[in-house]
């Protein structure tokens, strides 16, 4: 007996010790999936030219033929439809016919009569009724104080914003993130682009699956105001993250800002060029100290073995009687 697809995979994986956490870490396929593909049930896959892609990359990656494994999905699928046509009952409906059809119908004409008399008398005679009975005369200002008193403004504490409204923004910064989710009922998967965005508008709810090792290379947003995203999946069972938003808990996750405020939120990693925080100065310039000129001290050379030399000055000659001459102006 040939053996099929999924245990073709199977065994091309085990030949080469290959676990399935390796193969869903490298063709960024969900364990679930795999899993699905080895035991040769697509059902719980997206389907369509998901479930080629799929198949394409478990098969290169084991190292098995592409084109064969791809072929080899087509006849299964081929198959199903096949035995699904089969399967088909053709449903001829019965047409009953009154052997009574000669019988006359004026009875049940006049009794349909009769009894629509009845009830439209009823009635006139209920609004009669209604409109001559007395009415209580209210105290105004009584009346006014106590629905004053009694009447308790709306809390607008705990308000969010309205699920036909809502607006969920994913961001991706540093690299692709793959990313499934069911937007009322409706499965698609794709790929969050670093430097991009994906919005989804649900009405109903939204659900969202990720790979837990992108929690920190994700960014969630609703309605513009930052959400919180868990660091490991909300349950510990499960191997990815996975979340729902719906009624029942937009507001508290609009108010809290998190998804889930027992689990802890993921960190987001910032870049490694990023400058230093309050230093002024570019990442790229280097902080070079400032060096203080030297200190320059006087030198006093002192000479103790020779006395110093004293000469004696010159006297001036004095004239006397001679007048002096005129100095120039």
């Given at each position: 007996m040939s053996q ?7 065994q091309?994986?085990?030949e ?14 969900s364990?679930?999936?795999i ?6 049930d697509?059902?719980p ?20 033929d592409?084109?064969e ?6 006849n ?20 009953l016919?009154?052997d009574y ?6 009875p ?7 009894i ?9 005679y ?7 009975s007395?009415?209580?005369v ?10 004053n008193?009694?009447?308790?403004l ?19 910064d ?13 499965r ?10 994906k ?6 709810s ?8 992108n929690?920190?290379?994700?960014q ?10 868990p ?5 510990p ?11 029942s ?5 609009f ?5 889930s ?9 910032p870049?490694a060029n ?9 990442a790229?310039?280097p ?8 200190v ?9 073995s020779?006395?110093p ?13 001679v007048?002096s001459?005129n100095?120039?102006?």
């Amino acid at each position: 007996m040939s053996q099929t697809l999924g245990e073709k995979l199977r065994q091309a994986r085990e030949e080469r010790g290959i676990s399935l956490t390796e193969v869903a870490e490298q063709t960024r396929i969900s364990p679930q999936y795999i899993e699905a593909i080895e035991r040769d049930d697509y059902k719980p896959l997206p389907g369509g030219i998901f479930n080629k892609g799929f198949v394409k990359s478990f098969a290169k990656y084991v190292g098995v033929d592409e084109n064969e494994a791809l072929a080899d999905y087509l006849n299964i699928i081929a198959e199903k439809e096949d035995q699904n046509d089969e399967d088909l009952k053709t449903y001829k409906p019965e047409v009953l016919t009154d052997d009574y059809s000669s019988r006359s119908m004026i009875p049940t004409i006049l009794g349909a009569v009769i009894i629509l008399g009845l009830m439209t008398a009823g009635i006139l005679y209920f609004l009669q009724y209604r409109n001559e009975s007395p009415q209580p005369v209210a105290n105004t200002n009584t009346n006014a104080n106590s629905s004053n008193s009694n009447t308790a403004l709306p809390d607008t504490a705990n308000a969010g914003p309205e699920m036909t409204t809502v607006k969920v923004e994913f961001k991706a910064d540093q690299q692709p993130v793959p990313l499934s989710a069911t937007s009322d009922g409706l499965r698609s998967e794709t790929v969050v682009v670093a430097g991009s965005a994906k919005v989804f508008e649900p009405k109903e709810s939204l659900t969202v699956n990720y790979n837990k090792w992108n929690a920190d290379k994700i960014q969630l947003s609703i309605n513009g105001k930052s959400i919180s995203l868990p660091a490991v999946p909300l349950n510990p069972q499960d191997k990815r993250i996975e979340f729902t938003i719906d009624k029942s808990n937009l507001a508290r996750i609009f108010n809290t800002g998190a998804v889930s405020v027992d689990v802890p939120a993921a960190t987001i990693v910032p870049k490694a060029n990023s400058a230093p925080a309050n230093t002024g100065v570019p990442a790229s310039t280097p902080l070079v100290p400032t060096r203080q000129p030297p200190v320059v001290k006087p030198t006093v050379t002192s000479n103790t073995s020779a006395p110093p030399i004293r000469t004696n000055p010159t006297p001036k000659p004095t004239v006397t009687g001679v007048p002096s001459p005129n100095r120039p102006r």
